[in-house]
Structure formats: C-alpha cells, structure tokens
C-alpha cells in the first residue's frame, strides 16, 4: 500500500525553524516527483514546494522562496521540508504529496499523507 | 503566476442532483488540470487528472471535461459522501496553483 506519513509538526516561535519530515512507503520512491502543499486553518490549499526524483530540480512558491528548503533522502525514502524565518502566515497543516505519473514534473497528486500542524506563535 | 477561479464558491445541493464547478485559468494550461475532493479535517483525495481523466476506484457519476483555460467538475447523482470541498488545481506552470475551492453543501 503506497503510504506518506509526515512528522516534526509543531509550535514555534515567529523567526524559529522546524524540519518537517515525511516518509514514503509502497513505491518505488526514487522515480517519483513530491510535493509540500499546505492549508492554513479555515482556508484553501497552497502549493509550497516540489523535488524531482533525484532531488536535483527544486522549485518554491513565491511565499516560502528563500526561507524554506525542500530535500530528499532517496536511501531512506524520505522527504523533509526545511522551514526558516518562520511567520505567523505560515501557520498551517502542511502535506507531501506524491505525483501520479513515474519520471515527470508536471503531474497531478494522486497520494497525500494525513497531513503535520505548524503553529507559528510567540 | 496562473492564476485559478472556481465558481460558484458555494454549491447547496440535493441528493441525486446533478452539479457542475467551473475552473477557470489566467492563461491556457492545455489538459493539466486535476480535481480534487476535500472533507474537514481530512486530507484532499484525488479525483481527476488531465481535466478528464478519472483515477482509479473513483466513482463514475464524478466526470471532468475542459482544455485551455475554461475546465469542468460535474457530479451526475450527488450522493451523502460528496458534500465536501472541491478544489482544482493546474500542474501545467511553476508555481503551481490551485482555485480557492467550491464547497458542496446540503440543501
């Protein structure tokens, strides 16, 4: 059964860090594209981040570009999302998701984890 | 960035309506345009891809048509599980972006 499962949610101060971490099952992880989609309570999804599958070609929203990192252990099939200079606005669950199609881009998320809370308060 | 329209924001239905969201994009994204169905305290399910391609184990009464910049969501037969939170999203452009979502209620 493919399976994400993410961890390292929390509270955290405005302007602290948290590693977000999110480990893959069920698949072969390697071939595939994650993502970091995140929901700030009472609102709609936001894209944040994309690694293809060897990590090699990143891309940010405009919101997080700078501040946050995202980054893969393919030998551990794990996806993390590194989160600087935390604000309030970054409040949120965040998700990894998988892409659908193996070796690509551009393709929908057909697997999501349950999701890890980011509470940004002093 | 492409920016995603969904109307109407809110959708009261009955069970066994038939209802349609339009997606509407700035600029063309061809077919890449996926739906999505969210329900409070869950994470989104994945519905379609292409703009009208149906994932596997998703039911048939949900269809997706559309290209270019104007896409449709229509649900034949609205059942109890369907009131939730539909979003689109396209996968055509970085950044990626969804629509500000369509929530389904009950009539």
């Known amino acids: 059964e493919v399976q994400l499962l993410e961890s390292g949610g929390g509270l955290v101060q405005p302007g602290g860090s948290l590693r977000l971490s999110c480990a893959a099952s069920?698949?072969?992880?390697?071939?595939?594209?994650m993502s970091w989609v995140r929901q700030a309570p009472g609102k709609g999804l936001e894209w944040v981040s994309t690694?293809?599958?060897?990590?090699?070609?990143?891309y940010y929203a405009d919101s997080v570009k700078g501040r946050f990192t995202i980054s893969r252990d393919n030998s551990k099939n794990t996806l993390y999302l590194q989160m600087n200079i935390l604000r309030a606005e970054d409040t949120a669950v965040y998700y990894c998701?998988?892409?659908?199609?193996?070796?690509?881009?551009?393709?929908?998320?057909?697997?999501w984890g349950q999701g890890a809370m980011v509470a940004v308060s002093s | 960035d492409i920016q995603m329209t969904q109307s109407p924001p809110t959708l009261s239905a009955s069970v066994g309506d038939r209802v349609t969201i339009t997606c509407r994009a700035s600029?063309?994204?061809?077919?890449?345009l996926a739906w999505y169905q969210q329900k409070p305290g869950r994470a989104p399910k994945f519905l379609i891809y292409?703009?009208?391609s149906l994932e596997g184990g998703v039911p048939p009464r949900f269809s997706g048509s559309g290209s270019g910049t104007e896409f449709t969501l229509t649900i034949s037969g609205l059942q109890p599980d369907d009131f939730a939170t539909y979003y689109c999203?396209?996968?055509?452009?970085?950044?990626?972006?969804f629509g500000p979502g369509t929530k389904v209620e009950i009539k």
């Open positions: 998701a998988k892409v659908g199609g193996a070796n690509t881009l551009y393709d929908a998320l057909d697997i």
């Open positions: 069920g698949f072969t992880f390697i071939t595939y594209t």
């Open positions: 690694a293809s599958g060897g990590g090699g070609l990143t």
């Open positions: 600029q063309s994204i061809g077919s890449r």
């Open positions: 292409e703009a009208s």
């Open positions: 999203q396209q996968y055509n452009f970085y950044p990626w972006t």
